[in-house]
């Protein structure tokens, strides 16, 4: 039996490696890929649930989600590059494609104006797709009267994807008994940093940002893109930062896919440009969001509060003392890490070199809008044997624990081990 343990845990570490793994081919096949943590939420890639071993139903459901799909966070990501083109085009500076760029820019911001940072339609959408998808999986979860504990950071956007999440389980089941919540006391266990932490991120001085500038620099070149946009030599040589548009019309590109107006900029970048500006965006949140081997760990204890409750409130819903189900909703920097800390397949890869970066740590998978980490909890009748299973992105997901029944973990081996990096 222990050779089929072995074989298990290979098999599952075999996979992260191929799954982990991002190509050139993957992205330039789906350039909306490149919006990195603003790829909108890929629903249509969730495959099935296996079966749970016989005689096991479910009976709890513990939850960490990231806010639905978005604006910018500020009105300024928009406005400052429409001023630059309304000047130019008063100027007669665009060209016909510059001209045409300045009317997507226009029918952009007819939307997201005074929107910064809000919940897109979309994201409400989202989060009623996963709050459904959930509740028709686990029937056995919802029952009548069954208690549902939801916790949000005090983000607007986070309230209201926990409500839109909520409000779908109340049309589903209207006898639940809801508890929501967004308060200090959560955000101080769903939004934690540790102080070192933020001084490794927020240290201009520190190492990895001369890194980082050097790895941007070689990488991106805005001297094909700017042409087709500016007819004038002497107004781009005056007043455009070439650099800067480029990277605020591919921000722009990365995030209409979240919103209504259903225009497009990806047709403005070749496609090594998007795979080279994306491969700059996941650099920097793997190293202050993930196992980066350059911050040396210093991430791992920003998610450990959360894995504390999400331990406690689990053996509290084993004994019958607690809830049906626990949410908690807040935002990328916290879902990166947590998946790390987690060990979720693909999340908790370390490498050291930069250009290697991106095929160990991929932001779109780990974190679109609305991405989730879902452990769904089964018991059988007559046993006090507790099973397990991962969902990340309501994908089913490995973790280096032993099993004989994956995707089915033994609960009394998963807390060893998460306990165990508790104490570390």
Known sequence: MRHIYLFIILAALSLETVFSQTTREEVYAT??????????????????????????KPFYITHFGRHGSRYLISDNDYKEILDLFEDACKNNALTPLGNEVYGRLTQVWEEAEGRGGDLSPLGVREHRGIAERMYKNFPDVFVENGAISARSTMVVRCVLSMDAFCERLKELNPSLQMDRIAS??????????????????????????????????????????????????????????????????????????????????????????????????????????????????????????????????????????????????????????????LHLEGCYNSEANPDNYYKAFSNFKISPMGSNIQLIFFRKKGSGDILVKFLHNENETSIPVETDSYPYYHWKDVETFYQGLLNN
Request: glycine share 8%; hydrophobic share 35%; aromatic share 12%.
């Open 184 to 341: 200090e006391k959560y955000a101080r266990v769903l939004n934690y940093h540790t102080p070192e932490a933020i001084a490794f991120r927020t240290d201009k001085e520190n190492l990895w940002r001369e890194s980082y500038r050097k790895f941007e620099e070689k990488r991106v070149n805005p001297d094909r893109l700017i042409p087709t946009l500016f007819a004038d030599k002497g107004y781009i040589e005056q007043k455009v930062n070439p650099g800067k548009v480029m990277w605020a019309l591919f921000n722009i590109a990365g995030n209409t896919q979240n919103i209504e107006t259903g225009v497009t900029f990806y047709d403005l970048f070749e496609n090594e440009e998007l795979f080279a500006l994306w491969e700059c965006g996941n650099y920097r949140n793997y190293v202050q969001y993930g196992n980066a081997a350059i911050n040396k760990g210093v991430i791992m204890g920003n998610p450990k509060p959360v894995l504390k409750e999400i331990l406690e409130k689990a053996n509290q819903a084993i004994d019958g003392t607690g809830n049906r189900a626990d949410l908690r909703f807040a935002h990328d920097g916290n879902i990166l890490p947590l998946s790390m800390l």
């Open 31 to 56: 350039p909306e890929k490149t919006g990195g943590v603003h790829y909108a939420y890929p629903s249509q890639d969730i495959g099935p649930q296996t079966p749970a071993p016989k005689g096991y």
